[in-house]
């Protein structure tokens, strides 16, 4: 059975940090490209940003391009979003999903998701 399980989630106030992560089991992690999406209240689910496979292609949307950072360890079958400089619009639940390759996980094409971790950035 396949699982994602987010953590990291929580408050902070604008122009902080937080770190999210995304452990995986029942997959095989190498295989797999990664991404995180997120929901805010009364908004569709959006494209965060995604990951290839071997962790060298990355992509972003342009609303966090330059303060979000995926990156992945594959040692641990773990994912990672680093988010700086926080703003209330970041406010949502944010999903881990996984897919077959980068690009199409960036164009929801979606095996897995995770159940998701609510983030809260306060002003």
């Known amino acids: 059975q396949v699982q994602l399980v987010e953590s990291g989630g929580g408050s902070v106030q604008a122009g902080g940090s937080l770190r999210l992560s995304c452990a995986a089991s029942?997959?095989?992690?190498?295989?797999?490209?990664l991404g995180w999406f997120r929901q805010a209240p009364g908004k569709e689910r959006e494209f965060v940003a995604a990951i290839s496979r071997g962790g060298l292609s990355t992509y972003y949307a342009d609303s966090v391009k330059d303060r979000f950072t995926i990156s992945r360890d594959n040692a641990k079958n773990t994912v990672y979003l680093q988010m700086n400089s926080l703003k209330p619009e970041d406010t949502a639940v944010y999903y881990c999903?996984?897919?077959?390759?980068?690009?199409?996980?960036?164009?929801?094409?979606?095996?897995?998701w995770g159940k998701g971790t609510l983030v809260t950035v306060s002003s």
């Open positions: 999903a996984a897919g077959s390759h980068g690009a199409t996980v960036k164009d929801g094409s979606i095996n897995y």
């Open positions: 029942g997959l095989t992690f190498i295989s797999n490209a």
